[in-house]
Each structure stands twice: as C-alpha cells, then as structure tokens.
C-alpha cells in the first residue's frame, strides 16, 4: 500500500495506492467523509471499501481530500473537494491507461462528492454510494444518472436519517436505463460500528456481480447520444 503524492488543483494531494498485478486492471478512486468532521483517507469505512476493491483484483487510489493530512489546500465546501476528486481519476488513470472498468466510491461526503463526479466522468460505470448525506446536501444534479450502482444505508443512522435516504433512492429509481440497488444493514449508525462486515459484504457481492455480468456496467447513454441514435 504505498503512499502516493500527485498533483491537485491546490498543489499536492497524499493518498494510498495498490497497483493490481493483473492485466488491464478495472480503477476504483475511494472519497472520504466531511473533511471539517474528522474524515480523513483512513476512516475504517474507507479503509475498508478500498480493500474490497483490492480485492477484486482493481488497482485503487484513496486520497485525502485538500487541507487533509499532508494534502495542501483548505476546505472548499464541495467545490474544491469535486476537483481534488477529478484530479485523483486523472492520477489514477494516468497511472492505469488501459484499464477497461472505472468505479468510484464514497462514503458521507465522499458520497456526495462521488456522484457529482460520476456525472462529469463518463468513463465511471459504477459507484457505491454508504451512507449518502440526502438531508444535508442536493443530489437533484442526478437528472438523469447516468450509471448502475447500490447505495448502502444503516437503520439506526442518526447523522443522515434513513427515510431521507429512501426518498432519495426512490427518485433514482424512477429513471431509465439504470439499476439502483438499495441495502440496508438493520440497526447500524452512520459509521456502521459493529455492523461494519455486513456492510461490506453487501458491497463485496455487488461488485462481484457487477463484474461477472460486464452488461449491467453500460452506462446510460446521454440524451443527445441517445437522439443520434434514435
């Protein structure tokens, strides 16, 4: 797991990288909680979504966000966060420039900043969103989303109430062309302690699926490919 130093919007960006020993290995960048909250690269949700994908067999980059750890820079509301992310995509494909899969996975603010990079990237196929922050911040930018994903709920989350969640998954669902998974692991708090296995056995098997079936991975065309094609 050898550290990483690559260059931001800001100036330097430190994070944690695993290089895949397999060929044209699937990329997956992890994004960690509110910075201003304690969130850093090594929160155990974090740590432990990126040896899921480890796992797997992706080579994955986890990274702390500006103004975190040794990373330079300050806290820039979402904003600065959502550069520094494109940022560390660009590093890790740079890095990997064959890699046929892209992912991207957060949890908290790191789900919230995830998505709004998946919507900018279009070479992201899935994601995986814990514990996204629908009561704090808008997610109305998902219109359409464009990729397949799960997103991952506790029961007992008092930081991000579960029926916040739920409205918002619901909305999701109603698009086209996507499937979104919704799990939740009963009686975990926003930082699933003591349920933290169950989570990421949940998210273990949905990659796994994810990449047993290549087909689900499509990512939906945009409405103006989709009028060329028509």
């Not at 979402?78 to 949890?107: H, I, R, Y």
Request: glycine share 8%; net charge neutral; with cysteine.
């Amino acid at each position: 797991m050898p550290e990483v130093i690559f260059a931001g919007p800001e100036g330097r960006l430190e994070g944690r990288y695993h290089h895949s020993e397999q060929t044209r290995a699937p990329i997956a960048v992890i994004l960690h909680p509110h910075p201003q909250h304690g969130g850093t690269m090594n929160n155990k949700v974090v740590y432990n979504l990126y040896y899921t994908f480890v796992n797997k067999g992706f080579s994955v980059l986890r990274f702390n966000f500006r103004g975190v750890g040794r990373s330079q820079g300050e806290f820039d509301n979402g904003l600065g966060e959502l550069s520094d992310a494109a940022s560390a995509l660009d590093w890790l494909q740079t890095v990997n420039p064959n890699a046929p899969v892209c992912w991207v996975a957060g949890f908290s603010f790191g789900a919230w900043i995830g998505m709004q990079l998946l919507m900018r990237r279009p070479e992201i196929e899935g994601f995986v969103s814990i514990a996204p922050p629908a009561n704090m911040y808008d997610f109305s930018f998902l219109a359409p989303c464009p990729s397949s994903g799960i997103i991952v709920q506790g029961t007992d989350d008092d930081v991000v109430p579960e029926p916040s969640v739920e409205k918002f998954v619901n909305k999701l669902k109603m698009q086209k062309n996507i499937t979104i998974d919704y799990s939740l692991v009963k009686g975990a708090n926003h930082f699933f302690k003591d349920h933290m296995d169950q989570m990421i056995k949940t998210v273990d098997d949905y990659v796994t699926e994810r990449m047993q079936n290549p087909q689900q991975s499509k990512r939906k065309p945009s409405p103006a490919a989709a009028a060329a094609n028509a």
